[in-house]
């Protein structure tokens, strides 16, 4: 072979290796430029219903949890309503006067919002006339009194299968008959049923058939998951809310379901609820996961209207709790924080799709729009609506913003412009008049 032909031969070998490498060059500098956001418009429509004053800030508390150290923290997410003694501590102790007064005091110092005080199921009918009258003592008229924690779960957490759901109901009117004889007319709620499905929710049917007569406040409990799940699969979850809210109103409706009281107006609300019900895994529920899952069903339980929202808990429960007993001040506590005036009336919003969810009240004074984009690629927003003003003021959460300034960012921009949602992301936009 000669020089020459050795060369041409060498060339035509090495063409494949030089395009390989320049494609490669090529596509790791596309990867490395920053992903191109999807846009969607939406648009702000017609009115659904009222947003009820306690539909999304209420918590449950334990006495001994340190509120006197945050106080200008809570003050910033108006709590609406306290749910006392929060989970299984309502059916392990017996309401004592001096755990009333611990309570009297984190009440008073959190405002002295709406009390939702749980019975003890067990100590019967005089336990609850002895709270009644202790609290009166204190200057404190419960809104709601709730008969027992999560009496679905009695036959297997107390390990005695008679506690039925016949006998549930019995228990119910004893205590609700007591309470009326001391104090008059009450409102009283139940039966809180745990977050377990589909056991939960079939033992809320049956509830409603036997003593749908007497339960003014119809109760239920989320935890989709025990802390363990991935997290799109935990995200998931967060859109199955509404499907439960329809479908318990439809069963206090339904005189086959509720043969006793399905021509009573019965209110109804999710007196716990969390991503996890694992108390001692923080994984879920502290981190941004948990906040965007948190920020979904706030916008569901705003937007379908339910009566009373209560999340497990305020402070300082193992992993949940906005703030924990050291003073951090976890994602979800911020949800809360962003979400401060979310009122008025909840509006449809059309032009979302499945990565983002989006929910809109209207208060007079201001448009308030929630987006919580739970996929991986970031999306541009374009807002329409007859009731928005000319600016928007616009807040950002995301992991990037937590970690660089332990709270959302915010910012100010023309209503004409796209709004910026990164992946993995909640976004609260409030458009004054």
């Known amino acids: 072979m000669t020089a020459d032909r050795h060369r041409d031969s060498t060339r035509r070998q090495q063409r494949p290796t030089l395009r390989r490498s320049l494609l490669a060059t090529l596509l790791g500098a596309a990867l490395s430029l920053p992903a191109l956001a999807a846009g969607l418009t939406l648009r702000i429509a017609e009115p659904l219903e009222p947003i009820p004053a306690g539909s999304i800030t209420g918590f449950n508390v334990t006495a001994a949890s340190p509120v006197v150290l945050n106080l200008d923290a809570w003050a910033a997410i108006d709590i609406e309503s306290l749910r006392f003694p929060p989970g299984n501590d309502a059916d392990d102790h017996e309401l004592t006067p001096d755990r009333l007064r611990a309570f009297a005091q984190t009440w008073q110092l959190l ?9 003890n199921f067990f ?4 336990h ?5 009258r202790t609290l009166q003592e204190l200057g404190i008229t419960p809104r709601w009194w709730a008969i027992g924690n999560e009496p679905d779960l009695y036959p297997r957490n107390r390990m005695d299968p008679s506690w039925t759901a016949e006998v549930y109901c019995e228990r119910f009117r004893e205590v609700r008959s007591a309470l009326e004889a001391e104090l ?4 009283t709620s139940g039966p809180a049923v745990s977050g377990s499905r589909p056991s939960g929710m079939d033992y809320l049917r049956e509830i409603i058939g036997l003593c749908g ?19 799109e699969h935990a995200l998931a979850t967060s859109r199955l809310l509404g499907d439960e809210i329809a479908t318990v109103r439809s069963w206090l409706a339904d005189p086959m379901v509720n043969p006793l009281g399905h021509e009573r107006t019965v209110e109804i609300g999710v007196t716990e609820f969390g991503l996890s019900w694992r108390t001692a895994t923080f994984r879920h529920l502290e981190d941004m996961i948990a906040a965007l899952w948190l920020a979904e069903t706030l916008g569901q339980l705003a937007s379908h209207g339910v009566d009373l929202g209560q999340y497990f808990a305020l402070q300082g429960l193992g992993g949940h709790g906005l703030i924990d007993r050291s003073g951090w001040v976890r994602p979800t506590y ?19 799709d499945e990565r983002l969810g989006a929910y809109a009240a209207d208060d007079g004074a201001a448009v308030r729009v929630l987006l919580v984009n739970r996929s991986l690629e970031a999306i541009d927003v374009r807002l329409e609506g ?17 970690d660089e300034d332990a709270g959302p960012r915010t910012s100010r921009q023309p209503s004409t412009a796209t709004v910026h949602v990164p992946a993995r992301a909640l976004v609260v936009i409030t458009s004054g008049r």
Request: aromatic share 6%.
């Open 111 to 119: 405002g002295e919002p709406d009390v939702h005080l749980v019975t």
């Open 123 to 126: 100590a019967g009918p005089e």
């Open 128 to 132: 609850a006339v002895a709270a009644a």
């Open 184 to 187: 008059g007319e009450v409102r």
């Open 213 to 231: 007569d007497v339960i003014d406040l119809l109760t239920w409990h989320v935890y989709p998951t025990d802390g363990t799940a991935g997290d």
């Open 334 to 352: 911020h949800v809360y924080a962003m979400l401060a005036g979310f009122g008025g009336h909840a509006h449809r919003v059309e032009g979302g």
């Open 386 to 402: 007859d009731a928005l003003g000319t600016d928007l003021v616009v807040r950002t959460l995301d992991d990037v913003v937590f």
